[in-house]
Nanobody
Framework: QVQLVESGGGLVQAGGSLRLSCAAS????????MGWFRQAPGKDREFVAA????????YYADSVKGRFSISRDNAKNTMYLQMNSLKPEDTAGYYC?????????????????WGQGTQVTVSS
């Protein structure tokens, strides 16, 4: 089992940048496929990005492709989401997720473990 804690959220103006972190407990972080999701009030949780065990393979939602970058440091048990050129529509709670599967899933049901989330607010 893995425990996940997100950090790095905050308030930023449109066009700005933020970097989110997801710290994982335990010594088996490198055995988990990792993902980022977001959820705005009144909306379903939606996929943002996913990264393979080694970090070699990544997968992005079309809405963030070219603006966001997912990465991981297995030595530090941490995953990151670099968010650039932020837009007001990026405003949401951002959640990291983990699963033992090798699949770079884009559905919440593809992930067994979740963090509590960190809020990102982008002002216009």
């Amino acid at each position: 089992q893995v425990q996940l804690v997100e950090s790095g959220g905050g308030l930023v103006q449109a066009g700005g940048s933020l970097r989110l972190s997801c710290a994982a407990s335990g010594r088996t972080f490198s055995t988990y496929t990792m993902g980022w999701f977001r959820q705005a009030p009144g909306k379903d949780r939606e996929f943002v990005a996913a990264i393979s065990l080694s970090g070699r393979n990544t997968y992005y939602a079309d809405s963030v492709k070219g603006r966001f970058s997912i990465s991981r440091d297995n030595a530090k048990n941490t995953m990151y989401l670099q968010m650039n050129s932020l837009k007001p529509e990026d405003t949401a709670g951002y959640y990291c997720a983990a699963d033992r599967s090798y699949k770079l899933g884009r559905e919440p049901s593809d992930y067994a473990y979740w963090g509590q989330g960190t809020q990102v607010t982008v002002s216009s």
